[in-house]
């Protein structure tokens, strides 16, 4: 009788632990749904991860995005002489532009 016992208590958690195929069909058509809206940003995905917890898939990690300005190619705007009004030079000093 203590072996079943002991059998019955090793098997309940994992029974109640374990997802039933319906409740893992509806979070997968409300994680598409989720994925399509145009709130995602603001409000999640929270059933694709309810998803990814049950499967037990690591957690997604957002790409890191380095962001480096953009290299000036004109540099100042200045009187010319030449052209007897204010031109847009670039580094080495060449006029690129008047108005």
């Known amino acids: 009788m203590s072996?079943?016992?002991w059998?019955?208590?090793a098997v309940m958690p994992a029974v109640v632990a374990a997802a039933?195929?319906?409740e893992i069909e509806r979070l997968e058509r409300k994680c598409t749904l989720e994925r399509e809206?145009?709130?995602r940003h603001r409000n999640g995905t929270p059933s694709c991860?309810?998803?990814d917890r049950i499967y037990g898939r690591p957690p997604k990690t957002?790409?890191?995005v380095i962001v480096q300005p953009?290299?000036?190619k004109y540099t100042d705007y200045r009187w010319n002489d030449g052209y007897k009004q204010n031109c847009l030079h670039d580094k080495k000093g060449n006029?690129?532009?008047c108005y």
Do not use: I, K
């Open 3 to 5: 072996r079943l016992f």
């Open 7 to 9: 059998m019955l208590a």
């Open 20 to 22: 039933d195929s319906y």
């Open 37 to 39: 809206s145009l709130l």
């Open 49 to 51: 991860e309810q998803l």
């Open 62 to 64: 957002e790409p890191v």
């Open 70 to 72: 953009a290299e000036e």
């Open 95 to 97: 006029v690129v532009s």
